[in-house]
């Protein structure tokens, strides 16, 4: 449980560089106020954690033989596409996550696990492992 509330976490924080740095990827909170956008952007994250665990993880297995066509290169569309579809359920709640186009989706996912990374690797002597 402790781990799945770190990569939370974290997740949290590298959408929020990714929503910074990337000019077609940001986050519309519910409310104003600051406790809001922290909670908003949990969401998300939460989102996107599951897209990606559900889809990603029956898109990768059917698209193998992309990966091993373009050396892994397919990867990056993939996940650009599973931010766009992280984005798209989030607006039915009438918050959340906004990409403008599709390579805005993929540079935004490229940032956001670059950061994701370099979080989980601070961070990773602090979680124990069982």
């Known amino acids: 449980m402790a781990r799945f509330l770190i990569t939370l976490l974290i997740n949290a924080v590298a959408l929020w560089v990714a929503a910074s740095i990337v000019s077609g990827v940001h986050v519309v909170p519910y409310a104003a106020d600051t406790g809001a956008v922290v909670v908003t952007y949990l969401l998300v994250s939460l989102i996107f954690g599951l897209v990606n665990t559900v889809v990603g993880t029956v898109v ?71």
């Open 60 to 130: 990768r297995v059917v698209a193998f033989p992309l990966y091993i066509l373009t050396l892994g290169l397919f990867s990056l569309v993939v996940n650009g596409a599973l931010l766009i579809l992280a984005a798209w359920v989030s607006g039915f709640l009438g918050f959340g996550l906004v990409v403008d186009g599709f390579w805005e989706g993929v540079l935004g996912a490229i940032v956001l696990g670059i950061v994701a990374w370099l979080l989980g690797l601070l961070v990773r002597p602090v979680t124990p492992r069982r």
